[in-house]
T-cell receptor, first 114, second 110 residues
Framework: DTAVSQTPKYLVTQMGNDKSIKCEQN?????MYWYKQDSKKFLKIMFS???????INETVPNRFSPKSPDKAHLNLHINSLELGDSAVYFC?????????????FGAGSRLTVL | GENVEQHPSTLSVQEGDSAVIKCTYS??????FPWYKQELGKGPQLIID?????GEKKDQRIAVTLNKTAKHFSLHITETQPEDSAVYFC?????????FGAGTTVTVRA
């Protein structure tokens, strides 16, 4: 009964490859996010979708492309992977209400680029 | 945008002692301040939150205080236990976008 599930949990790949990470939530939330956590544990927001529409798009290389086929899914596709893309990527979701967002995070997807 | 600073970056406490983590934020429009706990190999989990119309909130051994004038808020953990060892993140939000602090690694020594 995982609320926010991400696949794969681990991903090891070579520089220059293209890879995707998938996220699904079964909480009925209307907003989903991708966060990147670097080796120093800093959590940086990348994207957010509300009801399939992009609402946050931080300064992220355009090699990163999110896709939300429906409000329960938010996938992240990364082209031409670079060493600096190595990190843990977290998906999160929330039901947007006025003034607060309680985020539910997935367990993370650890990407290692060799 | 919102900028959240968190201190200290690491904190080691003896079991049974208290732990305090402090955060400051920059955007006076921020009105929601959650704290997340991240255990090894897991995603962050909400442990307590406070809104701008409240100065203090307590839930068993954890409490959060907010000073809107000074733009700072703190997490207090009393009677620490080994299972409190984790990375703790503060965050602030004026709307649907949460900005996180850099995290505090808390180690509780038995």
């Amino acid at each position: 009964d995982t609320a926010v599930s991400q696949t794969p949990k681990y991903l090891v790949t070579q520089m220059g490859n293209d890879k995707s990470i998938k996220c699904e939530q079964n909480l009925g939330h209307d907003t989903m996010y991708w966060y990147k956590q670097d080796s120093k544990k800093f959590l940086k927001i990348m994207f957010s979708y509300n009801n399939k529409e992009l609402i946050i798009n931080e300064t992220v290389p355009n090699r990163f492309s999110p896709k939300s086929p429906d409000k329960a899914h938010l996938n992240l596709h990364i082209n031409s992977l670079e060493l600096g893309d190595s990190a843990v990527y977290f998906c999160a979701s929330t039901h947007t209400t006025s003034g607060a967002n309680v985020l539910t995070f997935g367990a993370g997807s650890r990407l290692t680029v060799l | 945008g919102e900028n959240v600073e968190q201190h200290p970056s690491t904190l080691s406490v003896q079991e049974g002692d208290s732990a305090v983590i402090k955060c400051t934020y920059s955007d006076s429009a921020s009105n929601y301040f959650p704290w997340y706990k991240q255990e090894l190999g897991k995603g962050p989990q909400l442990i307590i939150d406070i809104r701008s119309n409240v100065g203090e909130k307590k839930d068993q051994r954890i409490a959060v205080t907010l000073n809107k004038t000074a733009k700072h808020f703190s997490l207090h953990i009393t009677e620490t236990q080994p299972e409190d060892s984790a990375v703790y993140f503060c965050a602030a939000s004026p709307d649907y976008k949460l900005s996180f602090g850099a995290g505090t690694t808390v180690t509780v020594r038995a």
